[in-house]
């Protein structure tokens, strides 16, 4: 695949080489990354950052993927002082970012947008989050997480965990976790589990794939442990929310039966779907899975507006 | 005029001369502000963005101006999260920004602020819109859109069409486009025609003047049709502004009688003014013009900023 | 003391030798700050700028030495558009900005923040004002300008007024005056002196130390007026606050019997404590005062982040 000037709409629109190739840059992108090394190979560019809903983590890491290979970056954080408020469409917009930036990252509350904006677009767009729909760069980040921490992403046991119905970013990682032949046990109440479609792909495609109520139960056997948020709006009834809260709740006596090898992601922020006291055990990635966007924006950024290089 | 450090706050201080200057700078940015070449011009020149209501048009064009010119900026976006929102005046702000930039850009929901902050800077202040006052750089990309679409600004038959009495852009662009000889039509209802004293103004500098209400009748003689939104808040009756929005909707059927040389030409953001099938046709020039910001800003940013070279 | 990567969390964590350093060092940033010579000591460095609260001053001058020394910076300037409305702690947004920066500065409502901050961070934590805790960079750009407008810290007869109760500037700043043996008269209604602990510190140290609740009589012996803003919330009875506000507005009437040597400061933003008719005589400097704190944290950057050249 060539990435010079394409958009990163879906992780869909990826082939397992175009995320390895990724993955491979994102390695090369550590050291700048961590500032250790400095790069100007995107000098003189300029990324719009159009967040038409708030994402702190996401926003960041891609400014600061921009700034330490030397660009730079304009837009807004939040649509409330934008010319939104005043009625005008996204495509318009979008044709603004167009004309004052070389590459465009799009976060909005609506699924499709993202692809609406490639379209109206001659620059390349990166979405960052439509709504129910796709966050490539997050499902990457998570593959790097687990390429880094792990070795290999096959033939890993992961363990998602919370809720698998709404959880964008769940669904992106399965159906990448299917191209790399990892086995997949979904850990949720029977209203969030995973949808049914998700789960016809990945056994279409030949998965190893479970479903599982209890999360005790799989523990032992997990190599990556993903815990997403569980929101209590989805529950009709607050006492069917209280249950599901305590028993996906990951703390150091739910991990006693770990292996010692497991890692525990979260693509954060988390409220109380992990204890504390977790944070400083030897299970813990979710924080350096958050430092892993950086070099993965990075190689994004680099492939679509630079040379490849580093 | 010498540019050096000099304020920008009104289309008015500006002869035919100055103007000429300004596009004549921008013509030269084109390609620094397309990408193609950079510029280090203003290399560790710091602009102070002080955006007391939105308008993310103008504020990102104005990074990008500063940023594809080597420069820097810092500010605000709304008003929201300032010290005036403490009770700070206006002066005080403006006093704080001199302090710590090398220009400032005010956007202002009250008329005259750019002028008070201008008196209370030692650095030069560029107006980007105080209320129904005066927003110079947009005039200046104006003239800049019609001079690099159809060559000249000169005995152009200029059409504009919408809320001519409270838009604040027509009113600049009227002043100045009697400078250069334009021919001018002003299509609206008679609740939003130009006020008297533009049109006083410009019958008194003989120019050539007319006025209308209906847009069809004008549409083929036009060269330049400029539109601007009417805010359905002017009209006491609903049902009144029901017929001016209909009546004044630019779409394909009501340009099938223009001259093949039309450009259609908008401030943006646009609202229901003009059909979105319009946008793909041959008399869309209101994206462009957009784009036409930048190489503007970039010249009064160098002119003001640094030695004139770009 | 070794600023190299360190917390600056308290001014209480600096000794006399250590502010003189400081101050030393931001001497030499001046010409920088002023924007007369370009620095490049912090390039390739990122700060992230955590403002919880809004405090435009604050961050903006954060930002202009960030980027006068070479650097650049990332952040939020209200929380409204962060995760921590998603429920995020504290903790976890200050590990993802440690992740993605070279620096972190805080700005919190509460206090104990950025101590909590620095607990988690790998990175240095400048305390940017935590609720009614520390602010140790205005601390040191207030005693930065008393040195560069008086010549000497020592020997000087400064008066603090206003609200020195909850007023969180003038607890730091007498602290920090108390090394240099200044002589600190502090003048409040009683109901917002100066807390008993501070005083009894100051006495404690050998402090030369006066109260008063009246300002004309202690004017013609001062050499330095600190004014701080009287918020109106602090008294039950509004009749109270008007007598207040008015006893200590400062004024051309009440400074006619100052030494022609006293110098006029205040953090900033004002409200209505200082007549404007005082900003244009011969006393006022707390608009030279906010621009103190560019060279002020430039200095702090610097030792922190680099080598400590400029």
Known sequence: MDFSNRDVVSIRDFGKEDILHVLDQAGKAMPVARGERRSDVLEGK???????????????SFETAMLRLGGSVIGFADASGTSVAKGETLADTVRMADSYADAIVLRHPMEGAAKLAADFSSKPVINAGDGAGQHPTQT????????????EIADNNIVLVGDLKYGRTV?????ALSLFGANITCVAPPTLQMPPEIVSHLKGVGGRFNQSESLESVIP????????????????DPEEYRKVEHAYRIDNALLANAKRSLIVMHPLPRVNEIAPEVDSGPYARYFKQAFYGVPIRMAILSLILGKGEM
């Open 140 to 151: 990457l980040l998570d593959l790097f997480t687990i390429k880094m921490e792990k070795g």
């Open 171 to 175: 669904h992106s990682l399965t159906y």
């Open 46 to 60: 300029i990324l719009a950052n159009l967040f038409f809903e708030p994402s702190t983590r996401t926003r960041l």
């Open 221 to 236: 056997g997990a190599d990556v442990l993903y815990v997403t948020r569980i929101q209590k709006e989805r529950f009709p």
